[in-house]
């Protein structure tokens, strides 16, 4: 393990630390530790930060609640900066996105590869500039309620699609609900993160075959 002692702060007792998502690997946030901030993350296994502007020690979620909990901390092989891998309660942004990191500089070659996480992105870009012409932007417009009514239907589009037993038909449907689903998530500001850290906190699979014995279903 590391000492402490062989990190290389600069002039003003600073080390940049780059929060990193432990479950999705995505890159959280920047920000800055000093000797004390990251004595106390490590003593309380919980991020905190030195803030810059305010210059004052600073604990991640202490009033919003988006507390990151840490699972390592790895110095690079300058020992001038931190790599802090986390699991996290809640938006990592002030501005109260899952990641600071959101607005694309440049890219080169082919788009990248669709991910629910990408289409998550495009969606909220969707609710934020309400583009015309756009599906998304008639759904974020209508409001709650014509989202849901949605879901609804493609919820019973996907039923009717299963119990034909038509495969092809059934995916196009699952997507349709998928999307729409999504659309809802982006509305009441829920994150796909809360939804896979839902998941993966309880035995779906086995509590549901343990309810439906117990109900004799």
């Known amino acids: 393990m590391l000492n402490m002692n062989e990190l290389k702060f600069d002039a003003h007792g600073l080390i940049p630390a780059i929060v990193v998502d ?18 106390i993350s490590m003593r309380e296994g919980c991020t905190c930060f030195w803030s810059r502007s305010r210059q004052t020690l600073w604990r991640k979620g202490e009033t919003s609640g988006n507390i990151q909990h840490i699972v390592d901390i790895t110095a690079d092989c300058d020992r001038d900066a931190l790599v802090v891998t ?10 109260g996105t899952d990641s600071c990191f959101n607005d694309k500089l440049f890219e080169v070659g082919c788009p990248a590869p669709f991910s629910v996480e990408s289409l998550y992105a495009l969606l909220q870009g969707r609710k934020d500039t ?5 599906y998304t932007t008639y759904l974020f417009q209508k409001g709650l309620d014509k989202i849901l009514k949605k879901v609804g239907e493609e919820s019973t589009e996907v039923i009717i699609a299963g119990k034909a037993e038509d495969k092809a038909e059934t995916i196009y449907e699952i997507a349709d609900l998928m999307y729409h689903v999504m659309v809802l998530m982006v509305e009441m500001g829920i994150a796909v993160e809360d939804v896979t850290s839902e998941l993966a906190s309880r035995h779906v699979i086995d509590h549901k075959v ?6 004799g279903n």
Do not use: F
């Open 130 to 134: 309400l583009p015309e012409g756009s």
């Open 210 to 215: 343990k309810q439906e014995k117990a109900t």
């Open 22 to 39: 432990a479950q999705s690997k995505k890159v959280l946030t920047l920000a800055y530790m000093n000797r004390e901030s990251l004595e």
């Open 86 to 95: 986390v699991e996290k309660a809640g938006p990592a942004c002030h501005l």
